[in-house]
């Protein structure tokens, strides 16, 4: 199922599915991100807040605009698309 990081509940493993355009796709590749690979949202914080995810063992925190703008596919629990 599609949805934005965002939408996406605490604790869920998911897979990007796709990034936004411009330079903010690309300073999201820099950190490591793009379509097909795995995350993990840790959390999300109320009020537009950041959003913190798991990627290859390290924590990333994304902005709320941004992160409304990242589609993951929720993952089933050996990581692939659901």
């Given amino acids: ?3 934005t990081l965002n939408a996406l509940e605490d604790g869920i493993r998911a897979i990007i599915s796709k990034m936004p355009e411009g330079e903010c ?3 999201l590749e820099a ?5 097909g690979k795995a995350i993990t949202k840790i959390s999300g914080m109320p009020f537009r807040g950041p959003v913190t995810v798991l990627l290859d063992q390290r ?7 941004v ?3 990242l589609i993951v ?10």
Wanted: net charge positive.
């Fill in 25 to 27: 796709g690309k300073r």
């Fill in 59 to 65: 924590q990333i925190a994304i902005g709320h605009g």
């Fill in 67 to 69: 992160s409304s703008r």
């Fill in 1 to 3: 199922m599609k949805m």
């Fill in 73 to 82: 596919d929720v993952a089933n629990p050996d990581g692939k698309k659901a």
């Fill in 31 to 35: 950190l490591g991100l793009y379509p």
